[in-house]
């Protein structure tokens, strides 16, 4: 290319050059600041089923990644508790089973829970279950190193 | 996984995200405060280069005189002064084995044309066939430079003329000088420094002003004090004498300063102490870096701590530590002129397109306030009076009241002292402000002195009011 | 989720038109029309392509922002370094390629080996001590620093790649809460280290190694008493080098006053600022300023080349994209499994995050001047290679970040 032609194209691209930088930052800080907002959510209050109480984190000890204390979950139909990154609940801790407990409802809108056949087995208030036992609201549910409590409201909401 | 590592991961997070902020923020204040300077350095070898495709704006006076163009010779362009010697040290030259200096270098970026707008130079290139830079408008008028170059003669010195007003650079001449159309002649290499912006002198009694100021300033009913001068004074094993030993018997200040007494101001400087000389001489930007993009000013100075007396003595008369610019002088006295206002010092008037269309005009902007206006006025009743009455008469005009300061500066060893003289003119309402040095020329009074007056004079001639 | 996907892709475009434009321009300078130019850029992007599609199918719980920032800074380093000398360019791309394989081999291998070796501490720290060391036994002397060791044509430094091996072991002690006690042979570990480095004149590495030893040490233990005491050790050791070691007291008179000897010492950075002074906010122009004149533009002080013809709009774009890949590797190391993998990462972004703060603080007169490389932009092999490796190391942590189901289901729809 002719050396003033080339001039004229090296000046005028500058602007692009610019303008392109600035899009692709614009859009990785838009882009981080999403996934910001769906970290700080987390996992703590998520309504996309109908609920039929909330079962929070009392009490966590050290060694857990996945939960923390104050954390909520909704209680759905069937909600899974375990190691394994299938649950529903995630307990990432070596003294937890693969596929520790269940917490379901049944067609008369009773929550039961139920130990999967842990090592460690489950706790409800303090005494380890061997049979699906019925919660109410207020009740503590022990897992390895982490306690829940159950929480049901007077009105659950119960959906088709 | 732990909390605390968490939290300990967030804190280093946050330091990196600081460190980076302050990255980005000392990037922004290099390119932005130093940008122009850096780009028009001597070191940068881009300029020298840009030089062989592009051809050079003119440089021209504020009425539109050219004082540096372009022509061509065979396939090269040259650089032509038509004025040569007499606006050297101003316009200054374009030379491969010597770089680049005055308004050539600090104003290569315009006179190349280096931030043309992409506007600009597509239409030059693409239309005109050719690259051309803008030309630069200084605030010089060359019939004023002609009569300061005229009237400083062959005597070595610098010669600096200004509007108070404005800080506008009218006339600026410093000898040695050279021939720019010629440099492969020069011999003398300090024919090329430019002693208005980088001589320092000593500012002999024309420093009395500034002492005058602060004693204003810091010591009630000064006007009212009376001194005996009995020709000398002895402070600690200093013996500090008059001219030619004269004793001026009593006067008051007023007085003094018209005979330019220098016991009865070691005296005052002394009765001020150090702290509050030191402190006018600080609002008069003694001991400041002045980074001006059209022009380097080397720094004037006053001891930065605590002197002896005998040392203060000398500081108060000019003589001891004390060294100055004719520029910085001159701006000293335009502050007086203007009411206490000092102007920030311009060469450059405007920026004007290779077809003639004015792209940039600067402003003039307030620098400093180193005195308020009352004090002003005092020293500038005072200083009438230096002319009228006292050492000054030399640069009386007719018909005219000038205010002026002689000094007669001891330069050292067995050398013949330095000739002063500060002035400005009318004193009701200051339209010019001159600074003469003449290198071991003798008194202020006899030598400097008449060469202010030729200019101002022409000044007022011209117009300048 | 489908929302991300697309914005990925846009971004990956805007990257992929940059790198085009870039060799556009670089092929149009010569006449008639320089078609290796062309093709280069071609294949640059290619390889962007690819290794997004790549990383889409075999790592996708990787994290897509870090890659997008090191395929532009790549990219502005190969059309800079294309434009001062075609060879330089090519011998980097050549570098990018083997550093996108030993990148992903390091996603493997954190994936799948790297907790099995870390209760090997003083194995790790041997070896790394031994590599370290090598250069002073078979090694030759570059610019005043004897740490490079030379195989055939090509040498390599490797202070560079022993870094990740320094961050690799300090993690696998820290990763357990030890007591001071216990921290000793730590501390032993990174003052030997530190020892080596300084025998061989590599006194930038030095800083950048101890800088990233406090700093894990704090992130492991929260004392803050091991960041004030290493501020203080760090202060005393600056004023016994300024006093005692002449070529750092010329550095950092070259720092505070380069024009007192612009010909001389203070060169550098004097042709450095004004390099950055030359260019304007936009640039001079790809191919219209005047970048060769800036010594080691290639390596030290490529920025600001990079500062001159694409502008001081682009510079302050580049130092916010090193920020950002810090930022996303501490996110990731907030979010890791483990604290040895939150303590890998951490290390790792400091690593990064440090070089870049040193060099281009040097390069801008900030601080005083360090000869380490600016990563992913600098040019040099071994430069490349660790840089790889460390953000390989940062992709690897993330991809096993276990979420939530719900929220990954979020995350990554309900393929996940």
Same mark, same amino acid.
């Given at each position: 290319m002719r050396a003033d032609l080339y001039e004229i194209t090296s000046l005028s691209s500058r602007y692009i050059f610019i303008l392109l930088i600035y899009l692709i930052l614009y859009r990785t800080i838009k882009s981080i600041r999403m996934e910001y907002a769906w970290a700080e959510a987390?996992?703590?209050?998520?309504?996309?089923? #109908?609920?039929?109480?909330?079962?929070?984190?009392?009490?966590?000890?050290?060694?857990?990644?996945?939960?923390?204390?104050?954390?909520?979950? #909704?209680?759905?139909?069937?909600?899974?508790?375990?190691?394994?990154?299938?649950?529903?609940?995630?307990?990432?801790?070596?003294?937890?089973?693969?596929?520790?407990?269940?917490?379901?409802?049944?067609?008369?809108?009773?929550?039961?829970?139920?130990?999967?056949?842990?090592?460690?087995?489950?706790?409800?208030?303090?005494?380890?279950?061997?049979? #699906?036992?019925?919660?109410?609201?207020?009740?503590?549910?022990?897992?390895?190193?982490?306690t829940f409590m159950v929480k049901i409201p007077s009105n659950p909401k119960i959906g088709r | 996984m732990v909390n605390r590592i968490k939290k300990s991961i967030k804190h280093m997070s946050i330091v990196f995200i600081a460190i980076f902020l302050i990255l980005i923020v000392y990037l922004l204040y290099?390119?932005?405060?130093?940008?122009?300077?850096?780009?028009?350095?001597?070191?940068?070898?881009?300029?020298?280069?840009?030089?062989?495709? $592009?051809?050079?704006?003119?440089?021209?006076?504020?009425?539109?005189? $050219? =004082?540096?163009?372009?022509?061509?010779?065979?396939?090269?362009?040259?650089?032509?002064?038509?004025?040569?010697?007499? @606006?050297?040290?101003?316009?200054?030259?374009?030379?491969?084995?010597?770089?680049?200096?005055g308004i050539e270098s600090s104003q290569?970026?315009?006179?190349?044309?280096?931030?043309?707008?992409?506007?600009?130079? @597509?239409?030059?290139?693409?239309?005109?066939?050719?690259?051309?830079?803008?030309?630069?408008?200084?605030?010089?008028?060359?019939?004023?430079?002609?009569?300061?170059?005229?009237?400083?003669?062959?005597?070595?010195?610098?010669?600096?003329?200004?509007?108070?007003?404005?800080?506008? $650079?009218?006339?600026?001449?410093?000898?040695?000088?050279?021939?720019?159309?010629?440099?492969?002649?020069? $011999?003398d290499k300090d024919a090329l420094y430019n002693k208005v912006l980088q001589g320092l002198y000593p500012p002999g009694s024309t420093f009395k002003v500034v002492t005058l100021a602060s004693a204003l300033e810091n010591i009630p009913d000064?006007?009212?004090?009376?001194?005996?001068?009995?020709?000398? =004074?002895?402070?600690?094993n200093y013996h500090l004498s008059c001219s030619g030993n004269k004793a001026h018997g009593e006067l008051n200040i007023e007085q003094a300063l018209a005979v330019s007494c220098n016991t009865t101001f070691a005296r005052v400087g002394l009765q001020l102490g150090y702290d509050a000389l030191f402190k006018t001489a600080k609002n008069f930007l003694f001991n400041k870096t002045f980074a001006f993009d059209d022009m380097t000013i080397y720094s004037s100075n006053f001891p930065k701590t605590v002197v002896t007396d005998d040392e203060l003595a000398k500081d108060s008369i000019g003589q001891g530590q004390v060294t100055v610019t004719p520029l910085h002088m001159a701006m000293i006295v335009s502050a007086i002129a203007n009411d206490g206002y000092m102007m920030q010092p311009r060469l450059v008037k405007a920026i004007e397109n290779s077809r003639g269309r004015i792209t940039k005009e600067f402003k003039p902007k307030i620098y400093a306030h180193p005195i308020d206006e009352s004090t002003a006025n005092e020293i500038t009743d005072m200083m009438v009076n230096v002319v009228n009455n006292g050492t000054g008469k030399t640069a009386k005009i007719s018909g005219v009241t000038v205010a002026g300061k002689t000094g007669t500066a001891q330069a050292g060893g067995n050398q013949e002292d330095h000739a002063w003289f500060v002035s400005f003119a009318p004193a009701s309402d200051p339209s010019i402000a001159v600074a003469v040095i003449i290198e071991n020329g003798g008194t202020g009074g006899l030598e400097a002195a008449p060469v202010a007056r030729k200019i101002m004079q022409k000044a007022l001639e011209l117009g300048y009011k | 989720m489908k929302g991300t996907a697309n914005k990925n892709s846009g971004t990956l475009g805007l990257i992929v038109l940059f790198n085009l434009l870039g060799f556009v321009l670089l092929a149009l300078r010569s006449l008639p029309i320089n078609f290796q130019a062309l093709r280069l850029g071609l294949f640059i992007s290619v390889i962007y392509i690819a290794v997004y599609i790549l990383m889409k199918a075999f790592f996708k719980n990787c994290n897509f922002n870090i890659m997008f920032m090191i395929f532009t800074l790549t990219s502005i380093s190969f059309i800079t370094l294309y434009r001062l000398n075609a060879d330089t360019a090519i011998k980097q791309v050549q570098w990018f390629l083997i550093g996108i394989l030993v990148f992903f081999i390091t996603i493997i291998f954190i994936q799948y080996i790297a907790e099995k070796l870390n209760n090997y501490f003083y194995i790790l720290a041997a070896l790394s001590i031994i590599i370290l060391f090598s250069p002073l036994v078979v090694g030759v002397t570059r610019n005043g620093a004897r740490n490079w060791i030379e195989f055939g044509s090509y040498t390599f430094q490797p202070s560079e790649l022993v870094k990740i091996l320094f961050i690799f072991t300090s993690a696998s002690l820290l990763k357990d809460k030890k007591s001071i006690k216990e921290l000793f042979p730590l501390m032993a570990f990174a003052l030997i280290c530190m020892g080596i480095l300084m025998m061989e004149n590599d006194f930038g590495m030095m800083i950048i190694y101890f800088a990233i030893f406090i700093i894990m040490l704090y992130i492991g233990t929260s004392n803050i008493a091991y960041i004030l005491g290493g501020l203080a050790a760090a202060a005393s050791g600056g004023c016994l080098a300024y006093l005692y070691v002449s070529h750092i007291k010329v550095r950092i008179e070259a720092w505070l006053n380069p024009w007192a +000897?612009?010909?001389?010492?203070?060169?550098?950075?004097?042709?450095?600022?004004?390099?950055?002074?030359?260019?304007?906010?936009?640039? !001079?122009?790809?191919?219209?300023?005047?970048?060769?004149?800036?010594?080691? &533009?290639?390596? +030290?002080?490529?920025?600001?080349?990079?500062?001159? *013809?694409?502008?001081?709009?682009?510079?302050?774009?580049?130092?916010?994209?090193?920020?950002?890949?810090?930022? *996303? !590797?501490?996110?990731?190391?907030? *979010?890791?499994? !483990?604290?040895?993998?939150?303590?890998?990462?951490?290390?790792? &972004?400091?690593?990064?995050?440090?070089? &870049?703060?040193?060099?281009?603080?040097?390069?801008?007169?900030?601080? /005083?001047?360090?000869?380490?490389?600016? /990563?992913?932009?600098?040019?040099?092999?071994?430069?490349?290679?660790?840089?790889?490796?460390i953000v390989g190391i940062v992709q690897g942590v993330a991809s096993q970040i276990v979420y939530q189901e719900s929220v990954a289901k979020e995350r990554y729809g309900e393929s996940y």
């Open positions: 987390g996992a703590a209050k998520i309504s996309v089923e #109908p609920s039929y109480g909330i079962i929070s984190v009392a009490e966590c000890l050290d060694g857990v990644s996945t939960l923390w204390a104050g954390m909520e979950f #909704p209680i759905r139909k069937w909600t899974t508790i375990g190691r394994s990154s299938d649950n529903y609940i995630i307990i990432d801790r070596e003294d937890v089973s693969k596929q520790h407990a269940v917490i379901y409802v049944d067609e008369t809108g009773d929550i039961y829970i139920k130990d999967l056949k842990s090592k460690n087995g489950t706790w409800l208030n303090g005494k380890r279950i061997k049979r #699906p036992k019925k919660v109410r609201s207020g009740d503590c549910i022990s897992i390895g190193p982490v | 290099v390119y932005f405060f130093q940008g122009y300077r850096l780009a028009n350095s001597y070191y940068n070898s881009r300029i020298a280069q840009k030089t062989q495709n $592009i051809i050079s704006g003119d440089i021209k006076d504020r009425n539109g005189d $050219i =004082l540096a163009t372009s022509r061509q010779k065979g396939e090269q362009w040259v650089r032509y002064y038509p004025h040569g010697a007499l @606006t050297s040290h101003v316009v200054g030259y374009v030379s491969s084995k010597l770089g680049r200096a290569a970026t315009y006179l190349l044309g280096l931030n043309d707008g992409l506007l600009e130079q @597509t239409v030059q290139r693409l239309v005109f066939h050719e690259a051309r830079g803008n030309n630069v408008i200084l605030t010089l008028d060359y019939r004023l430079q002609k009569v300061a170059y005229d009237a400083i003669g062959n005597r070595n010195g610098a010669v600096v003329a200004m509007d108070p007003r404005t800080g506008e $650079i009218l006339a600026m001449v410093s000898k040695p000088d050279f021939n720019p159309n010629d440099l492969a002649s020069l $011999i000064i006007e009212k004090q009376v001194f005996d001068c009995k020709g000398y =004074l002895n402070v600690g | +000897d612009a010909t001389g010492k203070g060169y550098q950075i004097v042709q450095s600022l004004i390099a950055i002074g030359s260019g304007g906010w936009f640039g !001079s122009g790809v191919g219209l300023g005047s970048p060769y004149v800036i010594p080691a &533009a290639k390596t +030290d002080f490529i920025f600001a080349a990079i500062a001159e *013809e694409f502008g001081v709009l682009m510079a302050l774009a580049v130092i916010i994209m090193y920020l950002l890949i810090v930022y *996303e !590797s501490m996110k990731i190391a907030l *979010e890791a499994n !483990s604290a040895f993998y939150s303590l890998l990462s951490a290390g790792s &972004a400091s690593a990064i995050g440090l070089q &870049a703060f040193i060099i281009i603080g040097g390069v801008i007169k900030l601080i /005083p001047l360090t000869g380490v490389t600016l /990563p992913f932009v600098s040019y040099g092999g071994s430069s490349m290679l660790a840089n790889f490796m």
